[in-house]
């Protein structure tokens, strides 16, 4: 892995968090971003490999002045990188009927525009520098699935799937792999409270192996995707989720 460097979006918490410390332990050069440079300081202290680089820079995924300044910025400094992992993510909870245009648009803005505008500009730098490389969107089994409350994050999920399948399709002749993962439920900031509630403990009651998941259990999968010998995979979706998705979530 080494000389290698990915930019990882949604870096500063739950599973970018984890991915940051696992991908530096790889020997991966890492850029991790995120708004909170607070949080991505901290990661990159605790990062226990001193021999990668560990840039954290300062990302809103909803603002594409933003987008085009840290391209810009990854263009000057490095050339090109190797691995984008579109990370970043929110959720609204709210019944549609209690949802307006501003819900739709954050929501839209940060799970598809944001990163089609990133996959978009670092797949132009890759393709100048002639990299092969990578680019792994985080999905969700709510692509595929829809639960009570979660319609605007389901939507912007599957269209991240679409995505995933149309950029493999159209950059497969630059040698860009482009793949998803679709995790299951793990407990990160992002659903914590919600399964401390009757609700959220009825629902993982259901599910086969009864349990949330961490973050870590989706290391083996990226670590899949990240690895040479996977060349052969792009246009895949993969799903990391214990089984949730076998039965009604
Ligand atoms: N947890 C789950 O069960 C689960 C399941 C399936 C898929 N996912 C997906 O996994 C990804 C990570 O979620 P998580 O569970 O780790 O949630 P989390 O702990 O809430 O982390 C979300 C990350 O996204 C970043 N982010 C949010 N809005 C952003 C923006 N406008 N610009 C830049 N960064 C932004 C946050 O950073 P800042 O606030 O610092 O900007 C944070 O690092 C998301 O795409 C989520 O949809 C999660």
Redesign the pocket.
Known sequence: MSNKTILL??????????FSQFLGDLGFNLIL????IG??KEIKSSITNKNISVHIIK?????SKNINEVINYIDINYGSIDILI??????IENFILDMNLNDFDRIF???VR?PWLLANGIAKLMISKKIEGKIIN?????AENVIPKQSL?SMT?SALLQMTKSMALEWARYGINVNAI??????????KEFFNTENGIKMFSRWPKKR??N?DMLLSTLNYLLDDRSKYVTGSILTVDDGQSLKRI
């Open positions: 979006t949604g870096a500063s918490s739950g599973i970018g968090r984890e971003a995120s708004r909170n949080e991505l990302l809103d995924v909803t603002d579109n990370n970043a993510g929110i959720t803005s940060t799970n944001g985080i999905s969700s089994i709510l994050y999920k679709s995790p299951g439920f793990v407990l990160t900031n992002m659903n949330v998941g973050p």
